[in-house]
């Protein structure tokens, strides 16, 4: 996994165990470029002590540690793997819980309010090869209307019960106990058509506060299916607004395949760095 060789790579470091938390999991064969991590360090370990020799003096001194803690860890990870904007993270705050102040760390799961999803698909005849990695190329892409498209998309925007679009619900809830709350509010979804590629090369962005697991892959699948026909608009509107007794066996579409969607952003708030 990425959290498992970022952990390596602070391994070979640091010279002890040192867990990564992301701000989310993504499935499988899912992109990410721009998910956010933290992880703990000792007050030891976050500063340098660098010698520079010249012709007349050698001089030392301390510098900060997450530059050369991100140029040390590129060199350790694969070509595929690479950290940026290594910082330090926020203080410590004081909230009240249940009425009493209570001490919290700076969480990079717990402190993110929004994520920026895009999903790249190619309706075209032929898809740049280069991009094979990042894209589903749809065999029946003349089918789709753009504009049909963005519309269906558009009704994802708001507050829902995404109950029909989340991939094992009952085995997680089964796992952990407790029921799994599926109200998610999503802020803006468009459909762009990309610039400086093919004609037919589109992306989906989905700016929302929080997914289920496979949500925004069963999102892009349901609403191909309604373009194509397979799927009536009544029927989309039905997954939309469930009953109690619905779940995501309700939605006989596919989820999109993972290689078309990547994580684009993590928002925080009143943090212009990330």
Aim: glycine share 8%.
């Amino acid at each position: 996994t990425i959290q498992g060789t970022l952990e390596d790579a602070l391994y070979q470091r640091f010279q002890r165990p040192i867990r990564v938390v992301g701000a989310g999991r993504t499935d499988a064969g899912v992109h990410s470029r721009g998910q956010a991590v933290h992880f703990d360090l000792y007050e030891n370990e976050t500063s340098t002590v660098v010698t520079t020799n010249s012709s007349d003096e050698s001089k030392s001194g301390i510098v900060d540690s997450p530059p050369l803690l991100q140029s040390f860890m590129n060199r350790m990870l694969p070509p595929d793997i690479r950290v940026w904007n290594v910082q330090r993270a926020p203080m410590r705050t004081e909230e009240l819980v249940n009425g009493r102040p209570s001490i919290h760390e700076w969480n990079v799961m717990r402190k993110c309010n929004a994520k920026l999803y895009s999903y790249r698909i190619c309706t075209g005849d032929y898809m740049d090869p280069m991009t094979r990695h990042g894209r589903w190329q749809l065999d029946w892409g003349n089918e789709i209307d753009a504009a049909y498209l963005g519309q269906i998309l558009k009704s994802f925007e708001g507050t829902h019960d995404f109950r029909c679009f989340a991939g094992a619900l009952e085995q997680n809830e089964r796992k952990t106990g407790k029921p799994m709350g599926t109200i998610r509010t999503v802020h803006r979804v468009e459909l762009v058509q990309e610039e400086r590629q093919p004609a037919g090369h589109y992306r989906i962005d989905i700016h929302l506060e929080g997914a289920l697991y496979k949500m925004v892959r069963n999102m892009v699948g349901t609403s191909l299916d309604v373009c194509r026909g397979r799927l009536t608009k009544e029927d989309f509107e039905q997954l939309l607004n469930p009953t109690e007794n619905m779940s995501r066996k309700s939605n006989k579409s596919k989820p999109a395949p993972p290689e078309g969607l990547s994580l684009e952003h993590v928002f925080y708030p009143n943090d212009d760095d990330f």
